[in-house]
């Protein structure tokens, strides 16, 4: 089947400063969360590998960019590491040596003909605010955020047009706070939830001030939904994938695109003693201020069931008491990632925006493969045939394309990533990139199979 693509429709990929900088001209005072646990946990990442070095696109941002202008990106997303931003985080005392970094890459991306994305917080809260204030806990670093973000306004809004406040902004705090696996693996709850109100209300804030200060383009999120699938047909397995939907897909979507939590989560927040604290200006606020578009990233479908066993009253709660994981005999599998491949949640996600979100303008700003020891498809020359990795993005451009044609307001498709990158504990044990990245001192690049196929996709403009 060959598909024609719209001619507007963004065939860009994307990446974080976090995965890709490295610590080139970092300060001790800079730290992020991401940095803080991989200096204190450095056994949990793949080979020791983690944000130190990363793919050193401090200094080779050039050298990537110009993979990406032969590769013809229309966009590229990436994020400003809000940690090493400023010198004094409460003055707003800006590091102008890496603001004027963000500007040779922003300036570099132009040049080449690439309109540049990008996001406020991508993981990289600062470990100084952690510390002080126990980050997005409290409603000092919502005002600190807020700053920031008028400050890269101001910097960088005369060529900057699209803008997001978070990248998946639920992840930090599900895998410290709600599953107590990563480092600083404390369990709590409410916590969980009081770092989700604040980076909503937040989003609302930087949303406001975006408007109120006359800026040109448009502010968004990105969120990370995960496409939920109930077992059967039956009551039970259906309410628990609504549970499931309620804590971790509509806790973000409804407050900034429909401007207010659901009802069901709020009681289900009340009735186990989680609920945020908050006040009715805030929520006023995030009446008053949905975000212009989104980015949505989807990799996996979701697929539960309901609950076998009684939860355990000793146990701390987790929305978990309400639903269990279901895997699907004969499923299609990523197994270096033990991901589920299901290309039609494109489709569905597409179809539930547009139905239940006033089919807000939005896109894929991550979709992927990552594969394990990528080095066993090398050709002769070096070069990697990722056929799986053209596979798997045909299949799933394919489903969005349907979604268009179906009337969704899509408008493009960012794959993840452009590079091999590192990523939380897997470091590079899997690799998700067009353009590959050798471990040596150098940080050696060549380009994929794929990154061929991209670039043919974007000039053809159809899908075969």
């Known amino acids: 089947m060959v598909q024609n693509i719209p001619k507007d429709f963004i065939l860009g990929a994307a990446s974080s400063a976090w995965q890709t900088e490295g610590w080139v001209g970092k300060k001790e005072t800079q730290d992020s969360f991401l940095d803080s646990w991989f200096k204190n946990e450095s056994f949990v990442w793949h080979e020791g590998r983690g944000p130190d070095v990363a793919t050193n696109f401090y200094e080779k941002y050039p050298e990537d960019i110009a993979h990406m202008k ?3 990106l229309t966009h590229y997303r990436t994020s400003i590491n809000w940690s090493r931003f400023f010198i004094d985080y409460e003055k707003g005392i800006v590091d102008e040596e890496y603001a004027d970094h963000i500007d040779r890459v922003i300036d570099e991306l132009f040049n080449a003909g690439i309109e540049p994305m990008l996001c406020l917080e991508h993981y990289e809260v600062p470990t100084y605010l952690m510390d002080k204030y126990g980050g997005w806990a409290s409603k000092k670093v919502v005002e600190l955020f807020v700053d920031y973000a008028q400050i890269a306004f101001d910097r960088y809004g005369d060529r ?21 696996i990563r480092w600083p693996h404390e369990q709590n709850t409410k916590k969980w939830m009081q770092w989700n109100h604040h980076k909503v209300l937040a989003t609302a804030k930087v949303v406001q001030v975006f408007h109120e200060g006359g800026y040109e383009g ?4 990105v969120l990370n939904p995960e496409v939920t699938y109930p077992r059967s047909s039956s009551p039970a397995d259906k309410k628990a994938a609504e549970i499931y939907d309620l804590f971790f ?3 973000y979507l409804d407050p900034l695109v429909k401007g207010s939590y659901p009802s069901e989560l709020v009681q289900l927040l009340e009735h186990h003693q989680i609920m945020f604290d908050h006040t009715e200006e805030e929520l006023e606020i995030i009446r008053q201020n949905p975000v212009d578009f989104l980015g949505i990233n989807l990799y996996f479908p979701k697929r539960l ?3 076998r066993y009684e939860w355990n ?5 987790h929305p978990e008491m309400y639903y269990e994981n279901f895997e699907l005999p004969g499923r299609r599998m990523n197994k270096s990632r033990g991901w589920e491949i299901y290309p039609e949640l494109m489709f569905d996600m597409a179809m539930r925006i547009k139905d239940e979100y006033h089919n807000i303008p939005w896109l894929i700003t991550e979709n992927g493969m990552g594969i394990e020891g990528e080095e066993r498809f090398q050709d002769d020359n070096g070069q990697v045939q990722d056929d799986y990795r053209i596979d798997f993005i045909r299949m799933h451009l394919n489903q969005l394309l349907k979604a268009v044609e179906a009337g969704s307001s899509c408008e493009g498709y960012m794959l993840w990533a452009f ?5 939380p504990m897997n470091a590079f044990k899997n690799r998700y990139g067009l353009v590959r990245i ?3 001192d150098e940080r050696t690049r060549s380009l994929k199979k794929s990154g061929e196929w991209y670039k043919q996709i974007i000039q053809e403009r159809i899908l075969k």
């Open 249 to 251: 897909n509509r806790v």
């Open 160 to 180: 900057v047009k699209q803008w997001f406040t978070f990248n998946e902004p639920i992840v930090i705090q599900t895998r410290v706070y709600l599953d107590a």
């Open 218 to 221: 448009r502010i968004g999120v």
């Open 438 to 440: 050798e471990l040596d």
């Open 313 to 317: 009253k000793d146990t701390p709660f």
């Open 70 to 72: 032969e590769i013809g």
């Open 419 to 423: 590079t091999d990158c590192v990523s």
């Open 305 to 307: 069931k309901a609950p």
